[in-house]
DNA sequence: TCAAAAGTGTTGCAAATACACCCATGT
DNA sequence: ACATGGGTGTATTTGCAACACTTTTGA
């Protein structure tokens, strides 16, 4: 084969990191700091060394850039052809993760600017790259995947309460929910097991804490 | 980026066409000619050229290597970190298509022995590269995938009866449905419509022949 | 007349939906 | 005392699964 043009390609990762906060999805972005996307903001990616996997490079690269690790990431997509970046031909394969919100520390390197959650609403217009796309396109596999599958557990904390639960699910699948409905559900299905109680917070009655009855990835029909 | 990390990454497509003959669930293969593959068989596939999409690159490769064309190709997975090719590194983005079975003449070049359907659970063992993996990967996903689009219609002719019909839906799924149970399912759904009769072969009641709504992609929830 | 596939309805059961009020706590 | 979310049961509807016989044709 020509190695002329095999040289031409490039192989990049990027990750669509998730989470539910308040009510919301958000996703995980870093803005630029180099020309041409300089201020923009993106999905943490970038390119795979020698030796590395593709999962294994894509961890590295959201530790690197964004300080998030030890979080289940699975392949998405592999998008190209869209003169996908200035500088020579790339092919970018997406991973896609969910995580809890809670206590995150977020830390970039000094090759960023900066590094936060979006309101998935409200991701600034142009993201750098074709990562518009890329984002789309995760949150509809998301919103796909949730419902034949257990995935909701990795956007929970180790412990929490039914209502957290259902907001997640309402959330990634954006309509709402009946409560009694939702919880004969989740229950029935044994999907989460109760543990003590939660009075902290809130001025209202205190709420079970639940735990997942499995964190392995299983097909289950939640709706 | 460093240079010589990157001049180790090739990019290659692997296509599994699927068809239903006869009962059973075939996939095309091609029987291969220079070491360290030589007489193995293998899912049609190579190297991606210079300006080519992935896309354009699996119909290209599958029309060059086994004569089959026109078809609608789908992404499915990108593999990688297998050792995959003895020479040097390959990542393989596989496609998934389904074609109708009736009237293909396969050829191939002089670069490969053979090309042919087998059956898929008569597969030869060992076959070039990893493509087991893929091809098992494949197969489940067409079995899911088919439970929630309408995309059997790549795998049947224009028009056919309903018997036919629900053989591949039988043979991808590999369970068996009940006759009148399948019959109100589509129809009440509008998959198809019906068309003339069918007099032709069988020494038994002719059949009335149906052709799709839509040839589209849809989501259906079929099963 | 026989073989082989085409065609056709009803019933029981299980699962999904719709729906409204009292409870426990913090301020 | 009031605001806030937590917690609970029933009745109706809908969709799915099980099931067997008659029809039409070619040989």
Same mark, same amino acid.
């Given at each position: 084969?020509?190695?002329? /043009?095999?040289?031409?390609?490039?192989?990049?990762?990027?990750?669509?990191?998730?989470?539910?906060?308040?009510?919301?999805?958000?996703?995980? *972005?870093?803005?630029?700091?180099? %020309?041409?996307?300089?201020? @923009?903001? @993106?999905?943490?990616? +970038?390119?795979? %060394?020698? +030796?590395?996997? *593709?999962?294994?490079?894509? @961890?590295?690269?959201?530790?690197?850039?964004?300080? /998030?690790?030890?979080?289940?990431?699975?392949?998405?997509?592999?998008?190209?052809?869209? =003169?996908?970046?200035?500088? +020579?031909?790339? #092919?970018?394969?997406?991973?896609? =993760?969910? #995580?809890?919100?809670?206590?995150?520390?977020?830390?970039?390197?000094?090759?960023?600017?900066?590094?936060?959650?979006?309101?998935?609403?409200?991701?600034?217009?142009?993201?750098?790259?074709?990562?518009?796309?890329? *984002?789309?396109?995760?949150? $509809?596999?998301?919103? @796909?995947? #949730?419902?034949?599958?257990?995935?909701?557990?990795?956007? *929970?904390?180790?412990?929490?309460?039914?209502?957290?639960?259902?907001?997640?699910?309402?959330?990634?699948? $954006?309509?709402?929910?009946?409560? &009694?409905?939702? &919880?004969?559900?989740?229950? =029935?299905?044994?999907?989460?097991?109760?543990? +003590?109680?939660?009075?902290?917070?809130?001025?209202?009655?205190?709420?079970?804490?639940?735990?997942? %009855?499995?964190?392995?990835? %299983?097909?289950?029909? /939640?709706?």
């Amino acid at each position: 084969m020509n190695n002329i /043009v095999m040289n031409n390609v490039r192989v990049a990762v990027d990750n669509c990191i998730f989470a539910v906060r308040d009510g919301r999805l958000e996703v995980l *972005l870093i803005q630029m700091k180099k %020309e041409p996307f300089d201020f @923009a903001w @993106a999905l943490p990616g +970038g390119l795979i %060394e020698a +030796g590395e996997t *593709l999962d294994g490079a894509a @961890a590295r690269i959201l530790e690197q850039q964004t300080g /998030v690790r030890d979080v289940y990431l699975e392949q998405l997509y592999t998008f190209d052809d869209r =003169s996908r970046d200035p500088d +020579g031909r790339v #092919i970018s394969v997406a991973y896609v =993760s969910l #995580i809890p919100w809670e206590g995150r520390d977020l830390k970039t390197t000094d090759k960023y600017r900066a590094v936060q959650f979006w309101d998935c609403d409200r991701v600034p217009s142009k993201l750098a790259y074709d990562h518009r796309e890329i *984002l789309d396109y995760a949150r $509809n596999r998301l919103a @796909a995947k #949730i419902q034949y599958t257990n995935c909701v557990w990795s956007l *929970l904390p180790e412990r929490f309460t039914l209502s957290e639960l259902q907001n997640a699910y309402e959330t990634v699948l $954006n309509r709402n929910l009946d409560k &009694r409905n939702f &919880r004969k559900k989740v229950l =029935s299905l044994h999907l989460v097991k109760p543990c +003590g109680e939660k009075s902290s917070g809130g001025r209202h009655r205190p709420a079970m804490l639940y735990s997942f %009855e499995s964190r392995e990835p %299983e097909l289950v029909e /939640v709706f």
